[in-house]
């Protein structure tokens, strides 16, 4: 499988601030996409990164809340803006497809730990 | 209905016997199924694929797929203390593998010595 990098690992952040979080992976991949993972709770994806255009989000997920970008198929960064304290949680950047392995088996990197104060 | 649903935890087994997971999902058209390990702190990581109705088998991890019943487990045989981890059972929706991939909960698995 692929190996997925993210930057940071963990930060804290005040209110109103922004933090962008990279993802970058050591092959081509077909799909990038970012999850959120509250405490205690299961993941829930926040948008498919689209190579070369806008990602496509899920409900309750705004462009001008969390923009995402992915220059080119290895590389994708998830801004979280205007932090509040409900946006503490851990970021994972996902892979699928491509050579990191099957076309349906989807991968995640190490995550980024968010806290927001 | 919640589109993917696994059964309630947490579970707990004692070293050295089969511990038995579950998972059911709403959407008929659905045709990959994966089951992921998460320990605490860390990251999920992919134990188990499956695609064909019937049983899959790696190593002490077995998966069993009934797409009739909408249904699809993950046996662990010879549990390990190794193995305490939350499990999540994951599902990619449609028939493509462009699919969005959707979980489970989460059954939280302790193996006790």
């Known amino acids: 499988s692929a190996v997925i990098s993210q930057k940071p690992s963990r930060d804290i952040c005040q209110r109103g601030t922004s933090l962008t979080i990279q993802c970058q992976v050591d092959?081509?991949?077909?799909?990038m996409f970012w999850y959120r993972q509250q405490p205690g709770q299961s993941l829930t994806l926040i948008a498919t990164?689209?190579?070369?255009?806008?990602?496509?989000?899920e409900s309750g997920f705004v462009i001008d809340k969390f923009p995402i970008s992915r220059p080119n198929l290895t590389f994708s960064t998830l801004t979280v803006s205007n932090m509040s304290p409900e946006d503490s949680s851990i970021y994972l950047c996902?892979?699928?497809?491509?050579?990191?392995?099957?076309?349906?088996?989807?991968?995640f990197g190490p995550g980024t730990r968010l806290t927001v104060t | 209905q919640k589109e993917v649903e696994q059964n309630s935890g947490p579970l707990s087994v004692p070293e050295g016997a089969i511990a038995s997971l579950n998972c059911t999902y709403s959407?008929?058209?659905?045709?990959?199924f994966f089951w992921y390990r998460q320990y605490s702190g860390k990251s999920p990581e992919l134990i188990m694929s499956?695609?064909?109705?019937g049983d899959k088998e790696d190593g002490r991890f077995t998966a069993q797929l009934n797409k009739a019943s909408q249904y699809v487990s993950l046996l662990i045989r010879d549990s390990q203390p190794s193995d305490s981890a939350t499990y999540l059972c994951?599902?990619?929706?449609?028939?493509?593998?462009?699919?969005?991939?959707?979980f489970g909960q989460g059954t939280i698995l302790t193996v006790h010595p």
């Open positions: 996902s892979v699928r497809g491509g050579s990191s392995g099957g076309s349906y088996e989807q991968y």
């Open positions: 092959s081509q991949v077909t799909m």
């Open positions: 990164a689209n190579q070369g255009s806008e990602a496509t989000y």
């Open positions: 959407d008929r058209g659905s045709q990959s």
């Open positions: 499956i695609y064909s109705n």
């Open positions: 994951a599902v990619i929706r449609g028939g493509t593998s462009y699919g969005k991939l959707t």
